[in-house]
């Protein structure tokens, strides 16, 4: 009697790992469903023109642009669920992606951008919240918005006009002021760092209202005045080639030497 009740107890432990063994089997394939649903790709080339022009409004997602030797446009975006509509239209040589008009009404998922561009395209980017990065670009124009939150990034830039501004986050610039180029660096909170050649030519207004935090780094000491008890910087280095407007509302503004 013992024996067959000891049997009976082996078999039912037996019997409860198997159903486990299948639960987590099920589990695992369920899972890797709703993952493999949570996430689709987007990914798309187009020829470049001798002046292309990116335009991109988004409305939640990272965005990162990054400039290449090749004559075409490439564009990968990776859409959380639920899945946004991306319809990217060619028009006279600009790529136009508007995510919000495209998704009016809609709940969806963020969307990431990966993309490239020739080097000398005009690049336009603007999203709601998401960091947005932009490498290696010496076009007319880069402009990069962020209406709510997140940090812009803009490295190896040698574009004649450069527009960045976000509610809250970092703002970071490497790149190089060219001679009538207009620049302009914006932010609610958060810090802003400027790396520029020592060399450069260049008008600043710097204006920092709140925290009177305004570090000229190698720019100190030259045709520089502050105003207003700190809170404002203006002056001239060098023949003042271009115009740099920088203001942060909350945070602060730095120049590293490049």
Known sequence: MARSISNFSRKMKARRTTILILMN?????????????????????????KNVRLQLLNRSGTIEVQGWDRQE?????????????????????????DLVKENQGRNVGNVNFQIRVPRASVVDIETRIGNLSVTNINGGLVRAIITTEGDITLTNISAIAV???????????????RTG??????????????????????????????????????????????????????????????????TNQRGAISFIRR
């Open 25 to 49: 089997v099920v589990l695992f394939f369920a899972v890797s469903a709703n993952d493999a649903a949570g996430q689709k790709r987007f990914s798309r080339t187009y020829p470049a023109t």
């Open 163 to 177: 527009d960045a501004q976000n509610g809250i986050g970092d703002i970071f610039f490497d790149g190089e002021l």
């Open 181 to 246: 180029g207009q620049y302009r660096f914006t932010s609610m909170k958060g810090s802003i760092n400027l790396r520029i050649p020592f060399e450069s030519s260049f008008k600043l207004v710097a204006t920092a209202p709140s925290t009177r935090n305004i570090d000229l780094g190698p720019f100190r000491g030259t045709n520089m005045r502050f105003f207003s008890d700190g809170r404002r910087v203006a002056g001239q280095a060098g023949e003042g080639a271009s115009t740099l407007t920088v």
């Open 73 to 97: 446009i490439s564009i990968s975006a990776y859409l959380e669920a639920p899945a946004a509509n991306v319809v990217p239209q060619s028009l006279s040589g600009t790529i136009v992606m």
